[in-house]
Every structure is written in C-alpha cells, then in structure tokens.
C-alpha cells in the first residue's frame, strides 16, 4: 500500500441509480480538490447528491464513471483499481455521521481502539492512542464510561476520535454537527481543522448548518448533480 499523503481529487464523477426508465442520475459531473490539510465544505439541498458523492468516495457504492485519486493514488479510474475496498475503507477514510453509532456494549476508550486492533495494532497501542485522541478531543475523563452515559457533544467527540484512530489521509463527515448546539458545533469545527493541520488530513464536510458554513475556508455547492466551488468566510476558529 502507499503512504498517501493525502488529498483528495474527484474528476467528472458521475453515478446513475438503476437502469433504463427508471434510471436517477445523483451525479451529473463532479470535480473537487481538497488539499491535505484542508477542511472544505459541500452545502447543498435535499437530493442534490452529497450522500452519494460520499459514499462513492468512501467506496461504499460504485460510481458509474469519472475519476477518484485520495493521496497519490487512483483509486476509481472508470472502475476500481484497487482489489480490498474493505482495506480502503478501514485504513484510509474516517468516517463521522450525524448519528455517533458508538458500540453500546463498549466502552468509550475500546470504541475508540476497535479499528486499529482491526486493523493489526496491539491491543495496549490501540488503547493507548484511543487515549491520545479521547485526550485531545477533551473526553479522556470518560474514557470508562458507556456510550448511553454521555452527553450527544460527548458521543460525537468520541466518533470523531474513532474516525481519526487509524490515521487515515481522508475524514468524510456527513452533517457531523447536526444535533449540537452553537458552541459545541463550533467546538467540533475547531477540532476538525486542528486534526487537518496537525495530521495533514483532508476532510470534506456535508452540511447545511448555518453555525458552521462560515468557518470554511472554500465551499463546493452542489446542485442537480453537479458541483460549483466558492470561497467561503473562513472565520477563524483560534482561541
Ligand atoms: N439507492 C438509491 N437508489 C435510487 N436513487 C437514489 C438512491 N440513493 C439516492 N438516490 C437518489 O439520488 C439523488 C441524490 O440523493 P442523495 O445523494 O441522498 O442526496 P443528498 O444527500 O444531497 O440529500 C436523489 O434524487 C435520490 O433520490
Ligand atoms: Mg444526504
């Protein structure tokens, strides 16, 4: 496997639901760049197609044609190129959704761990960089305690820590702050763009949170499939 340095580059990504009469084109004709290190916005309505851009990127579904590159490496060139999507998806793209889905029999810090002990890291080096991240996300204070006894600003730092346990190039967050107050929305923007600067990480976020559009530097819009690139407010997040 290479070492991405990560990015993210899309090119003429489209994807077409079903066949014939009942086909849905969700991507006419995608282009995007997110830069190591940067977090970038992707606002757009219901059904334009940010769930399904993605879900394509995190090889979840397949496109129908286009071009995918995360790091240096094409991943998607009119097909996949790469045999283990499931390798892909565990080592190289975190995931963080609107709901945390924690595992609700483990506890904070084996939630954490989980995919780097899938992943082939020991078991005590697991826990110990689930520390690290619980401690950097300001949740180390419940690193014993079950999901259900946190606060939904505590459970969404925890997703977050567990998207970022195995130090993937690539977060994909779809509506991370939906459910949070200002401040903690604000809260988890700060964290985001700290982890791209510290890890280099490029990470797209879907939202239509108007607490949070005017932190991003640059914002795709999508519409009817296709995407339309802006500068955004980039309010500063800094203490
Ligand atoms: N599995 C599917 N089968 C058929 N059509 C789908 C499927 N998933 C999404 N679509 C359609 O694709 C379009 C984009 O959907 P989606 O990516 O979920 O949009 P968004 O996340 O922006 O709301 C919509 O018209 C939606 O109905
Ligand atoms: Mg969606």
Redesign the pocket.
Known sequence: MTTAQGGIKIENLRKV??HGDTA?E??KNVNMYVAPGEVVGLV??????????L?CLGAI?EPSSGKMTLGDELIYDNGWTLPDLRALRRDRIGFVFQAPYLIPFLDVTDNVALLPMLAGVSNAQARQRALELLGALDVAHRAKAEPSQLSGGEQQRVSIARALANRPPVILA?EPTAPLDSERALGVMRILNAMAKQANTAIIV?THDEKIIPTFKRIYH?RD?ETHEEMGEGRTLDL
């Not at 757009?44 to 851009?53: C, D, H, I, N």
């Open positions: 639901y079903g849905v969700a991507l757009g309505p219901s059904g334009s197609g940010k769930s399904t851009l879900k579904i779809d879907v999508i499939g």
